[in-house]
C-alpha cells in the first residue's frame, strides 16, 4: 500500500479531518482495493486514480458596480474509453482541484455500473452564487463556456447541473455553446428546461433514483417506508424532492438540515409546508426559531440518516456516533472509507453513492438519446427506464457484495472500475491480461 500513503497524505484521515479536505485521496483509496480485488496490473490503478485531462481557467466577469472580478474554474475529463464525458458543474466556494478531479472520477464509476457510453467529468466555479445578481450569475456562466469551449462538446464532454446550478443556468450555457459553435446542438447539455430540449424527469431523477434504491434497501432489510423515520441533509433539487417523495409515502421526515442548521421534530416535518416556502438555494431552517447544527442532526436517532448535500460529512469523528440502520448517499462523497468501514462492523449499511445518485445521470444519457433523435419521450418512459437501469446496477452490485464478500462501496467500484479497465484495455491503453 506505499503508493497510496505517498497519494492521500493519510494524516488528515487520521486526525479526523473530513473527506472534503481529500476527496482524491478517498477515491483513489477505492479505487485501490478495487484493482487489487480484480487482480489487476498496477497500471490500471495508475491510470485511473487521475483524470486523462484537466483543464484550469480564469473567468474575468463584469459586476454590476461596473469593476471585473477574476473566478477560478475547472473541467476534469476522468476517462473517455467508453464514450464523451459526462458530468456535472459545480457552483460553490469550497470547489478545489482535488474535488472536482475526485468528483469526475466518480462519474466515471456510475456510468460503467450503470452501462451508459460515457466516461465521467465534472466542472466547478469557486465562487458563492447566493451572492452574486442573476446577471452577474448569466455572465459568470456564459464566460465559463467560452474558456472550456474547445475542450467540450455533445460528442467530446456533455455538462450537466451540480451544487448551486440549475437548468435556467443550463440554458444560459447552451445558449452560449451555440452561439460559439455556430449550432443549435441541445446535447451539448443536460438538465436544461424543457423548451430548450430538456427531458421530463430529469429535474427530479437524482432523488427518484435514490427512492428506488431505497425501496430495494427496504425489500432486503425488512423495513417499510411507511412509518420510516428519516433524516436528510439538504433541502435542494435532491434533498427536497426525497423528502417529498417519502413523505407522501407515509415516512416520517424527523430531521432537515440545510447549509444555515437544521431542524429535528420528533413526530415528523412537515415537509409540503417547506416545499413551499424553500429559498432557490434550499434553505429552510432560517424559518424556525428552535434548530440545531448539522453535526447534531446527523447524530440523532434514525432509521434511515440521507445525507444530500456536501461531501465529507460522516467520517472517523462521528461514525460511532450515528444512530441509524442505514445511510443511503444522495450527496456525492458524504462518508469517508474509515467510516464505512466503522459503520460496517456496527452493522449499520452504506449504500454508496456512485449507485445512490446515479439517477441524474441516467436521465442525463436519456435526454441526451432524446436530443440525438430528436424525439421526445413521456414521463412516465422516462421513469419506467429510469427503474429498470438503476435496480438493475443494484442487484449487479449485491451479486459483486456476495462473490467478493464486500461491502456495496467496494462492489460498486469493483463493477464500475471494470468497465472502465476493460474498455480501456480495448483501446490499447493499458493492458489489464498479465
Ligand atoms: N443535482 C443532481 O442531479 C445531482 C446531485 N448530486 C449531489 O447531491 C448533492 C446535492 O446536490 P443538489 O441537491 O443538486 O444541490 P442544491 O444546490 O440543489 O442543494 C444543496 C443543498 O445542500 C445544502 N447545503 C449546502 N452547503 C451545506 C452545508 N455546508 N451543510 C449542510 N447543507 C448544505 C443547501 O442549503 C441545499 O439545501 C451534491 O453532493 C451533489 O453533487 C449527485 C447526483 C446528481
Ligand atoms: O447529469 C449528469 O450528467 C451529471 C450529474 C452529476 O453531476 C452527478 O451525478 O454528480
Redesign the pocket.
Known sequence: MSILVEEKNRKTSEVGMNKKENPLGEFQETLYEATELLSYPKEAYHFLKSPVRFLEVNIPVQMDDGGTKVFQGYRAQHNDACGPTKG?I?F?PDVTPEEVKA?SGWMSLKCGINHLPYGGAKGGIICDPRKLSRNELQRLSRGYIRAISQFVGPTKDIP???????AQIMGWMLDEYNHICESGAPGFIT?KPLVLGGSKG?ET??SKGVLYILQKVCEQQNLQIQGMRVII????????YLAQYLYDLGAKIVGI????G?IYDYDGIDIPYLMEN?DA????STFFRQTMT?EELLEQECDVLIP????G?ITTENADQLRCRCVIE?????TTKEAIERLDKRGILVVP?VLA?????IV?YFEWCQNNQGYYWTEELVEQRLKERITESYHNIMEIVKEYGVNMKVAAYILGTKRLAEASHSRGWINISE
Open positions: 456535472g459545480r460553490h468528483l450537466a447541473p451540480d451544487m448551486y446550478t440549475n438538465g430529469r431523477a437524482t441533509q439538504g433541502f435542494g433539487n435532491v434533498g427536497s438540515a440545510d447549509a444555515k437544521a424553500k438555494f434550499g434553505v429552510v448539522n444530500a448535500a456536501i461531501g460529512v444522495a450527496a456525492n462523497g458524504p453513492d445518485n446515479s439517477g441524474g445521470v442525463s
